[in-house]
Nanobody
Framework: QVQLVESGGGLVQAGRSLRLSCAAS????????MGWYRQTPVKQRELVATITRGETTNYSDSVKGRFTISRDNTKNTVYLQMNSLKPEDTAVYYC????????????????WGQGTQVTVSS
């Protein structure tokens, strides 16, 4: 019923930028907090950034000052602008929606996208 589709990943040199997008589709009435997480083969999935419906943001210390999360509630989409990328930013990035409400009143918790690979070369 609900699908999160990420896009914008790829291979980029250190110091360059990428912009990730995640669009939620389905019979959605409203979306709560949205966020980005990342995971590597040797590390557990970790928080990158979150944004509430009221656009309060939170960042991990490792990306603060370099990444910017934003959202467009009219498009049910969350973005992650990643600047000054480093090789240690290499990971699969996942979009998350903490809670959304469907038309008809049903609540869906903790939805995840399929992930998009970001690779930063040195």
């Amino acid at each position: 019923q609900v699908q999160l589709v990420e896009s914008g990943g790829g291979l980029v040199q250190a110091g360059r930028s990428l912009r990730l997008s995640c669009a939620a589709s389905g019979s959605i009435f409203s979306i709560g907090a949205m966020g980005w997480y990342r995971q590597t083969p040797v590390k557990q999935r970790e928080l990158v950034a979150t944004i509430t419906r009221g656009e309060t943001t939170n960042y991990s210390d490792s990306v603060k000052g370099r990444f910017t999360i934003s959202r467009d509630n009219t498009k049910n989409t969350v973005y992650l602008q990643m600047n000054s990328l480093k090789p240690e930013d290499t990971a699969v990035y996942y979009c998350n929606v903490d809670r959304l409400t469907l038309h008809g009143g049903r609540t869906v918790r903790d939805s995840w996208g399929q992930g998009t690979q970001v690779t930063v070369s040195s």
